[in-house]
C-alpha cells in the first residue's frame, strides 16, 4: 500500500491532457462483448479499473490487449456467461457486463458488486428493466442470476431516476432484443452517449441519443467497431477546479467544455477565468475563490463525481456556500477527513455548509474512494506543510498518473510506501 505526501503551495501552472473517461471505457469494453471478433478502442486510461475490467472479459473467454491508449478486445463466437465475486468485487462498472451476456448468451450469473464508501447502490432498476425485456431475474447467493433461454423482447421501460448503468445495462440488452424496446427517463451523461455512438458503429439502431428517452430496434447481430473514448470530464473538472483552488493557470489539453458548462460556470463565479476552444479548455485564478452554492445532480445538472473537489475548494473559499448532494447518501463521509486538514464544514442529511478559511493544516487523511482521495489531494495543495493522503490505490482506480501530472504543473507530490498501512 502506498501513500501520498503532498507539499502544500504550489499554484499549478501549464498544461495537461485528459485521456478517455473511465466511465465510458469500462462500458465499450463491456459492449465488445455484444460482438463476436476484434473491437478496437482508442483512448481508454491506464487505470487500475481497466485492468480489472479486463480480468473480467478474460474470465469470460475473450483475449484483451493494451498497446498503449489502445486497448482491443477479442470475443470468441462462444463466451463464459459467469462473473464471480473475485473478479467483480472490485469494480461497480463490472455489473454493465449483465445486459451484454444476457443479451448474447441468453443466461447471465454475475456477481453483486457489492457496495461502495459512497452509499448504497442498488440495482432494482438493472434488474426490473431485465425482467421487462423478457428475463427470469433472481438474486441468489450474492449473484445475479438471469436467464432468457428464448432471448430478450423489446418492452416499454420507464426508470424511476435516471440510472447510468441500469441505462447502459437495458440499452446494451435491448439492441439484441426481438423488436422495438422505449426506455424513458434514461441518464444522459456524455459517456452514455459515447457508448450509443458505438453501438451505432456496431450496427445497433437507436434513436434519440442524448435525450430523455431511447428507442432501440432490435438486430440480429452487432459486428465488432473500432471507437475513441470520449474525454473524461470528471478527471477535466479536477484539473480546472485545481486550477482555481490553487490560483494557478491551466490548460486542459482534451477537456470538453460543452460536458462541464455547469462545472465552469460555477468556476467562473467563483472568480476564475475560464477560456474555451474545440481543442480543450483553460482555467485561471489569481485571487483566493469566492464560495459557490452547488446541487449534484444526474447530468447536465453537476456531477456527484465532483462534488468532493468542490467541497474542498469552498473550504479555501471567501463566504460560506452550500454544497447538496442528491445521488449519494453517504458521498459527504469524507468530510471528517477534510476537517482533519481544519476545514470547517458541517454537514446534515445531504447537506455540506463551508466556512472558507484562508488556508488548511497539513495532516495525514485517508481517501475512502477514487473522487474523495482526488479532493483531499486538491486539499492538500492548499494546507500548509505536508499532507499524507493514504488509501492511493483509490485514485489510482480513476485518475491516470495522477501524481505525474500534478508534479508536472508545478505541484510537489511524492508517492511512497505507506508505513501505517495494515491489513485487518
Ligand atoms: N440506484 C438505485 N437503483 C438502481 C440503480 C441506481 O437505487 O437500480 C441509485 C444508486 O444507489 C445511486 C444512484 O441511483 O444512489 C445513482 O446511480 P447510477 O446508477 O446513476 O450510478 P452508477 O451507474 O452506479 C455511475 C458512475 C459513478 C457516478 C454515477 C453517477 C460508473 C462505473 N460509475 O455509477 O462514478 O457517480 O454513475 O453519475 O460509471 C466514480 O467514477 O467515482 C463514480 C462513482
Not at 23 to 30: E, F, G, P, Q, V
Not at 130 to 152: F, I, Q, T, Y
Not at 226 to 244: F, K, L, M, Q, S
Not at 298 to 314: I, K, W
Request: proline share 5%; charged share 20%.
Amino acid at each position: 500500500m502506498e501513500r501520498l505526501r503532498v507539499t502544500g503551495g504550489a499554484s499549478l501552472r501549464g498544461e495537461v491532457r485528459v485521456a478517455g473517461a473511465k466511465n465510458s471505457a469500462l462500458k465499450l469494453m463491456a459492449a465488445s462483448l455484444l460482438a463476436e471478433g476484434s473491437t478496437v478502442l482508442h483512448d481508454v486510461p491506464p487505470i487500475t479499473d481497466v485492468k480489472y475490467m479486463s480480468g473480467v472479459l478474460r474470465w469470460l473467454g475473450a483475449n484483451v490487449r493494451r498497446d498503449g491508449g489502445t486497448v482491443t478486445v477479442e470475443v470468441p463466437e462462444a463466451i463464459g456467461h459467469s462473473a464471480p465475486y473475485s473478479l467483480v468485487r472490485r469494480l461497480r462498472a463490472s455489473i454493465c457486463v449483465l445486459g451484454p451476456l444476457l443479451a448474447r448468451r441468453g443466461a447471465a450469473d454475475v456477481a453483486l458488486p457489492g457496495g461502495d464508501a459512497i452509499g448504497s447502490r442498488g440495482l432494482g432498476m438493472h434488474l426490473a428493466g431485465l425482467e421487462k425485456l423478457g428475463a427470469d431475474v433472481s438474486v441468489v447467493h450474492g449473484l445475479v442470476v438471469a436467464r432468457a433461454p428464448n432471448g430478450l423482447t423489446g418492452a416499454n421501460i420507464w426508470l424511476d431516476f435516471p440510472s447510468v448503468g441500469a441505462t447502459e445495462n437495458l440499452l446494451m440488452a435491448a439492441t439484441l432484443a426481438q423488436g422495438t424496446t422505449v426506455i424513458d427517463n434514461v441518464a444522459r451523461e456524455p459517456e452514455i452517449v459515447d457508448i450509443c455512438r458505438m453501438l451505432v458503429r456496431m450496427g445497433a439502431k437507436i434513436d434519440g441519443i442524448g435525450s430523455s428517452t431511447l428507442r432501440i430496434e432490435g438486430v440480429q447481430g452487432l459486428s465488432p467497431a473500432e471507437h475513441t473514448t470520449v474525454p473524461d470530464r470528471i478527471v477535466a473538472g479536477t484539473w480546472a477546479i485545481a486550477a482555481v483552488m490553487t490560483r494557478g493557470d491551466v490548460t486542459v489539453a482534451n477537456g470538453r467544455a460543452d460536458h462541464l458548462e455547469i462545472v465552469l460556470d460555477k468556476l467562473s463565479y467563483a472568480g476564475a477565468t475560464v477560456d474555451t476552444a474545440d481543442e480543450g479548455l483553460r482555467v485561471a485564478m489569481s485571487d483566493r475563490p469566492d464560495a459557490v452554492d452547488v446541487v449534484t445532480l444526474p447530468y447536465p445538472g453537476f456531477p456527484t463525481d465532483l462534488q468532493p473537489m468542490v467541497v474542498a475548494l469552498n473550504a479555501v473559499a471567501v463566504g460560506t456556500a452550500m454544497v447538496t448532494e442528491n445521488v449519494y447518501e453517504a458521498r459527504f463521509m469524507f468530510v471528517n477527513e477534510l476537517a482533519r486538514l481544519g476545514a470547517d464544514v458541517r454537514t446534515d442529511g445531504h447537506h455540506a455548509v463551508a466556512r472558507g478559511r484562508p488556508t488548511l493544516s497539513a495532516a495525514p487523511v485517508v481517501a475512502p474512494d477514487i473522487r474523495a482521495g482526488a479532493g483531499l489531494v486538491l486539499a492538500g495543495l492548499v494546507a500548509e506543510g505536508e499532507t499524507l493522503v493514504s488509501g492511493v490505490h483509490h485514485i489510482d482506480r480513476g485518475y491516470p498518473d495522477f501524481v505525474g501530472q500534478l508534479n508536472a504543473l508545478g505541484a510537489e507530490v511524492v508517492r511512497e510506501p505507506d508505513p501505517d498501512h495494515f491489513e485487518a
